[in-house]
T-cell receptor
Framework: GAGVSQSPSNKVTEKGKDVELRCDPI?????LYWYRQSLGQGLEFLIY????????KSGLPSDRFSAERTGGSVSTLTIQRTQQEDSAVYLC???????????FGSGTRLTVV | EDQVTQSPEALRLQEGESSSLNCSYT??????LFWYRQDPGKGPEFLFT?????EEKEKERLKATLTKKESFLHITAPKPEDSATYLC????????????WGAGTKLIIKP
C-alpha cells in the first residue's frame, strides 16, 4: 500500500483481557518495527523483524507481549492479560532495509480500563 | 551508554521568527542520525538522515546539520503549520541497527 496501515486506530479494553494490534507495512519493505509511546514520553522499542531472520525481541517488556509477522508482510502484536500500564500508543514502522529511515503508521491508541 | 538528548523540551516562536532545535548524542560510532516530525495523533514522519559531520540537508524551511557531537534543526521564517514535535534518533555502528530516540522538542509557532 501507499503507507503503513495500523488497526484498530483506537482500542479500549478491560484489564485482564487479551488484545491484538495489526500492522500492514509498505509492500516490499523487509524491516518492520513495533514501538510504544506513552503520553509525554519518547519512543520505546518493542520488537524488530528483518526479512526471514529471527526477530529481535529485546524490547518486549514482559512475556505478556508477543508479535509475529506472517509471510514477511502483515504483523500482529498481541498483549495478553492487559494491565493499566499497557495503556499507550503502539506504533508500527517499516523500512526498505535496516539502515534507512522508517515510515510510521498512525498508531493504535490502547486504553486499558 | 548510547544516549540522545534534545533541547529545549518546548519552544514557542512567533511566525517568521527563526530558531534552532538541538540534538546532542553520545554513541560508540555514529552510523546515522535521523530527524522526524510528529503531529498530534499521528506517527512520526521522516524528515532527514545525516551520516557524517559537516553534512547538511534542507527541506523547505528546515535545514539539518551535523557535527561529531550534535545536530541542529534550523527553522527559517517558520509558519504555524510547522508546529509539531520534532524527534531525533541515532543509529550506532556495531549495534543491531536499532534507533536510540530523544524525547523530542515540541515546537509551537504562533501566528
Amino acid at each position: 500500500g501507499a503507507g503503513v496501515s495500523q488497526s484498530p486506530s483506537n482500542k479500549v479494553t478491560e484489564k485482564g483481557k487479551d488484545v491484538e494490534l495489526r500492522c500492514d507495512p509498505i509492500s516490499g519493505h523487509t524491516a518492520l518495527y513495533w514501538y510504544r509511546q506513552s503520553l509525554g514520553q519518547g519512543l520505546e522499542f518493542l520488537i524488530y523483524f528483518q526479512g526471514n531472520s529471527a526477530p529481535d525481541k529485546s524490547g518486549l517488556p514482559s512475556d505478556r507481549f508477543s508479535a509475529e509477522r506472517t509471510g514477511g508482510s502483515v504483523s500482529t502484536l498481541t498483549i495478553q492479560r492487559t494491565q493499566q500500564e499497557d495503556s499507550a500508543v503502539y506504533l508500527c514502522a517499516s523500512s526498505p532495509d535496516r539502515a534507512s529511515g522508517y515510515t510510521f503508521g498512525s498508531g493504535t491508541r490502547l486504553t486499558v480500563v | 551508554e548510547d544516549q540522545v538528548t534534545q533541547s529545549p523540551e518546548a519552544l514557542r516562536l512567533q511566525e517568521g521568527e527563526s530558531s534552532s532545535l538541538n540534538c546532542s548524542y553520545t554513541v560508540s560510532g555514529l552510523r546515522g542520525l535521523f530527524w522526524y516530525r510528529q503531529d498530534p495523533g499521528k506517527g512520526p514522519e521522516f524528515l532527514f538522515t545525516l551520516y557524517s559531520a559537516g553534512e547538511e540537508k534542507e527541506k523547505e524551511r528546515l535545514k539539518a546539520t551535523l557535527t561529531k557531537k550534535e545536530s541542529f534543526l534550523h527553522i527559517t521564517a517558520p509558519k504555524p503549520e510547522d508546529s509539531a514535535t520534532y524527534l531525533c534518533a541515532v543509529q550506532a555502528r556495531g549495534s543491531n541497527y536499532q534507533l536510540i530516540w530523544g524525547a523530542g522538542t515540541k515546537l509551537i509557532i504562533k501566528p
